[in-house]
T-cell receptor, first 114, second 116 residues
Framework: DVKVTQSSRYLVKRTGEKVFLECVQDMDHENMFWYRQDPGLGLRLIYFSYDVKMKEKGDIPEGYSVSREKKERFSLILESASTNQTSMYLC?????????????FGPGTRLTVL | KQEVTQIPAALSVPEGENLVLNCSFTDSAIYNLQWFRQDPGKGLTSLLLIQSSQREQTSGRLNASLDKSSGRSTLYIAASQPGDSATYLCAVRHPESQGGSEKLVFGKGTKLTVNP
């Protein structure tokens, strides 16, 4: 079974803190994604990566950065957390450019910024 | 820009009823369409994936159809059970011009409650 794990289920941080959200997948997937999910707005893509050290902006990259030093790990970084970044963050992975395959999601991290 | 709409936003039915969830998308140039299930506070689980060349897919009590030309998909759930209560999300995978990326574009979901 494909497994995508996220470092924390719940996280509480203060405004201005630097926050790291970690995601690890065990299926040797090339693609990895970070989404945020908010009521009434649905899932929105923040950043994605096709390969190690590669990254591309999604629909809402402002206020975020990412790091992919190893194929299995994709980190989302909030350089200076703000209250409007309180949200559910979901990581996903998939095989590279295989249109027949789905994205596999992690359990999510509920981040609260006070 | 691809947009995905799901109607209704919420649905409450008695146990045993057959039901249909709807999904529509604005750009028919898709690779595939997927239905996901999300339980409260959890991640997404893929239920069914329909390729653009297919008309439907079935898994147990679930049947998903795709009409690409009209930009519509339906998820049919037969003999609903309380355990089916969850939010159901529709997503289309379509090509992006930038770098050949293939993005998933999600609808906002239908929250289903099946009452015992």
């Amino acid at each position: 079974d494909v497994k995508v794990t996220q470092s924390s289920r719940y996280l509480v941080k203060r405004t201005g803190e630097k926050v790291f959200l970690e995601c690890v997948q065990d299926m040797d997937h090339e693609n990895m994604f970070w989404y945020r999910q908010d009521p009434g707005l649905g899932l929105r893509l923040i950043y994605f990566s096709y390969d190690v050290k590669m990254k591309e902006k999604g629909d809402i990259p402002e206020g975020y950065s990412v790091s992919r030093e190893k194929k299995e790990r994709f980190s989302l970084i909030l350089e200076s957390a703000s209250t409007n970044q309180t949200s559910m963050y979901l990581c996903a992975s998939s095989f590279f450019r295989v249109s027949t395959d789905t994205q596999y999601f992690g359990p999510g991290t509920r981040l609260t910024v006070l | 820009k691809q947009e995905v709409t799901q109607i209704p936003a919420a649905l409450s039915v008695p146990e045993g009823e057959n039901l249909v969830l709807n999904c529509s998308f604005t750009d028919s140039a898709i690779y595939n369409l997927q239905w996901f299930r999300q339980d409260p506070g959890k991640g997404l689980t893929s239920l069914l994936l329909i390729q653009s060349s297919q008309r439907e897919q079935t898994s147990g009590r679930l049947n998903a159809s795709l009409d690409k030309s009209s930009g519509r998909s339906t998820l049919y759930i037969a003999a609903s059970q309380p355990g089916d209560s969850a939010t159901y999300l529709c997503a289309v995978r379509h090509p992006e011009s930038q770098g050949g990326s293939e993005k998933l574009v999600f609808g906002k979901g239908t929250k289903l409650t099946v009452n015992p």
